[in-house]
């Protein structure tokens, strides 16, 4: 492989409708990161209780987790284009909500959740629809470069977008930060325009439950989709790191907040270098072998920082960990994608996309769990082993998943 091979494949940006839907996606993330620090500020200046700023994570989570599958089931029944640009529509409306109860009303906090709640309902739609474009937009070939592309798009706007937000709301107020959002969200509007209508192919989605227990039903009897799914499941539930950062800072590094907030900066940071260095994988055909390394990849970092005798040494394994998830997650998503029916592929993204949500969450309450009976640095030990050992299994027991070649 040529040095130049190894940065991040830029081809599909060269495909005009793929370029106009990563520009428009990737300005309405960085909209979103500045909406999110808006609600979480204006919900803590309202009533200085925790408890409330944690419900705003549950009023984006729950409609996902809730409507996620019935929207991926009509996703896969009728024009995936038409649906993502109404669903988008509904979250830009909310974000003028947002703005104007900013500017002109004093509305309570329960208010504000729920229509942050309503935005959530119209992503839980959006989401899914927006993951069935990129197997119909590009060549097989090229579609991990695609996703690694998503990615960093995604990145970026979690590096930045925070920082500007709270820029903006001290400089602004919140209002400024949701009409930035709102505005946005045209952006991601005038990416999807110009697709061609998406109608699915093969047999439409049964109405209601039948529809969803049709895509549970190919979940449970496709070993590589399974297994793929099963891989994120043991990375996250079992090997989250986030909610112990605090504890194994206080536990073997002296509780230096400094050294705390470099945590949780070095994950995203090796996110981004794995993003800009995609060509390594995404060129790479056998894209089961890297989800599987990266996976591995991932528990074996975590539990390296959590034994690391210095602050320098548990950063370097947590970048190390950062960029192993993400080679790990580009190359789930393209083997979710090259292997799932079309006819199914908005029931198979609401299931990724629950999982993606879901999955970290319950690592995280387990991580505390855990370190609550036992202490911090066994909490996370405990976990990356695990993690090691049942995606070896996986490895072990899934030959097809081995041999997967794009």
Same mark, same amino acid.
């Given at each position: 492989?040529?040095?130049?091979?190894?940065?991040?494949?830029?081809?599909?940006?060269?495909?005009?409708?793929?370029?106009?839907?990563?520009?428009?996606?990737?300005?309405?993330?960085?909209?979103?990161?500045?909406?999110?620090?808006?609600?979480?500020?204006?919900?803590?200046?309202?009533?200085?209780?925790?408890?409330?700023?944690?419900?705003?994570?549950?009023?984006?989570?729950?409609?996902?987790?809730?409507?996620?599958?019935?929207?991926?089931? =009509?996703?896969?029944?009728?024009?995936?284009?038409?649906?993502?640009?109404?669903?988008?529509?509904?979250?830009?409306?909310?974000?003028? =909500?947002?703005?104007?109860?900013?500017?002109?009303?004093?509305?309570?906090?329960?208010?504000?959740?729920?229509?942050?709640?309503?935005?959530?309902?119209?992503?839980?739609?959006?989401?899914?629809?927006?993951?069935?474009?990129?197997?119909?937009?590009?060549?097989? %070939?090229?579609?991990?470069?695609?996703?690694?592309?998503?990615?960093?798009?995604?990145?970026?706007?979690?590096?930045?977008?925070?920082?500007?937000?709270? =820029?903006?709301?001290?400089?602004?107020?919140?209002?400024?930060?949701?009409?930035?959002?709102?505005?946005?969200?045209?952006?991601?509007?005038?990416?999807?325009?110009?697709?061609?209508?998406?109608?699915? %192919?093969?047999?439409?989605?049964?109405?209601?439950?039948?529809?969803?227990?049709?895509?549970?039903?190919?979940?449970?009897?496709?070993?590589?989709?399974?297994?793929?799914?099963?891989?994120?499941?043991?990375?996250?539930?079992?090997?989250?790191?986030?909610?112990?950062?605090?504890?194994?800072?206080?536990?073997?590094?002296?509780?230096?907040?400094?050294?705390?907030?470099?945590?949780?900066?070095?994950?995203?940071?090796?996110?981004?270098?794995?993003?800009?260095?995609?060509?390594?994988?995404?060129?790479?055909?056998?894209?089961?072998?890297?989800?599987?390394?990266?996976?591995?990849?991932?528990?074996?970092?975590?539990?390296?920082?959590?034994?690391?005798?210095?602050?320098?040494?548990?950063?370097?394994?947590?970048?190390?960990?950062?960029?192993?998830?993400?080679?790990?997650?580009?190359?789930?998503?393209?083997?979710?994608? =090259?292997?799932?029916?079309? %006819?199914?592929?908005?029931?198979?993204?609401?299931? %990724?996309?629950?999982?993606?949500?879901?999955?970290?969450?319950?690592?995280?309450?387990?991580?505390?769990?855990?370190?609550?009976?036992?202490?911090?640095?066994?909490?996370?030990?405990?976990?990356?082993?695990?993690?090691?050992?049942?995606?070896?299994?996986?490895?072990?027991?899934?030959?097809?998943?081995?041999?997967?070649?794009?």
């Amino acid at each position: 492989m040529a040095l130049t091979d190894a940065f991040l494949d830029l081809t599909p940006v060269r495909t005009r409708l793929y370029r106009r839907l990563w520009l428009g996606q990737t300005a309405s993330g960085l909209g979103s990161q500045l909406a999110v620090v808006a609600v979480l500020y204006q919900v803590w200046d309202a009533t200085g209780n925790p408890v409330w700023t944690g419900a705003v994570g549950m009023a984006q989570a729950l409609p996902l987790m809730v409507f996620g599958l019935f929207a991926g089931s =009509l996703v896969d029944r009728r024009d995936r284009r038409r649906i993502y640009l109404v669903a988008k529509v509904g979250q830009a409306v909310c974000s003028l =909500l947002l703005a104007y109860q900013a500017f002109f009303l004093d509305l309570p906090v329960v208010g504000l959740l729920a229509i942050v709640a309503l935005q959530g309902c119209f992503g839980a739609v959006s989401a899914p629809a927006a993951r069935t474009f990129l197997p119909l937009l590009l060549p097989p %070939e090229q579609l991990a470069a695609g996703l690694a592309l998503a990615r960093i798009g995604f990145q970026s706007a979690m590096l930045v977008g925070p920082a500007l937000g709270g =820029l903006v709301v001290g400089t602004w107020g919140v209002g400024v930060c949701y009409a930035v959002d709102a505005v946005t969200f045209c952006a991601a509007l005038y990416g999807a325009f110009g697709l061609p209508a998406m109608q699915p %192919e093969g047999t439409a989605s049964r109405p209601g439950l039948r529809g969803v227990f049709d895509g549970l039903a190919f979940l449970v009897r496709a070993p590589v989709v399974r297994a793929a799914f099963v891989t994120d499941l043991a990375a996250t539930v079992l090997a989250m790191p986030i909610s112990l950062f605090p504890l194994v800072n206080a536990e073997r590094f002296g509780n230096d907040p400094r050294t705390l907030g470099l945590f949780l900066s070095a994950i995203a940071v090796g996110g981004v270098a794995a993003s800009v260095l995609s060509g390594l994988f995404t060129r790479r055909h056998r894209q089961g072998v890297v989800m599987l390394v990266g996976a591995t990849a991932w528990g074996g970092a975590l539990t390296a920082f959590a034994l690391a005798p210095n602050p320098w040494l548990g950063l370097g394994c947590l970048v190390v960990a950062g960029a192993a998830d993400t080679a790990s997650v580009v190359s789930r998503s393209t083997i979710v994608q =090259l292997t799932t029916p079309n %006819e199914l592929l908005g029931r198979v993204a609401a299931a %990724e996309q629950i999982v993606g949500q879901a999955g970290p969450e319950v690592g995280n309450l387990r991580g505390g769990l855990v370190a609550g009976a036992t202490t911090g640095t066994f909490a996370l030990t405990s976990g990356g082993l695990t993690c090691v050992v049942v995606v070896v299994l996986i490895w072990t027991v899934t030959p097809r998943l081995r041999s997967f070649r794009v």
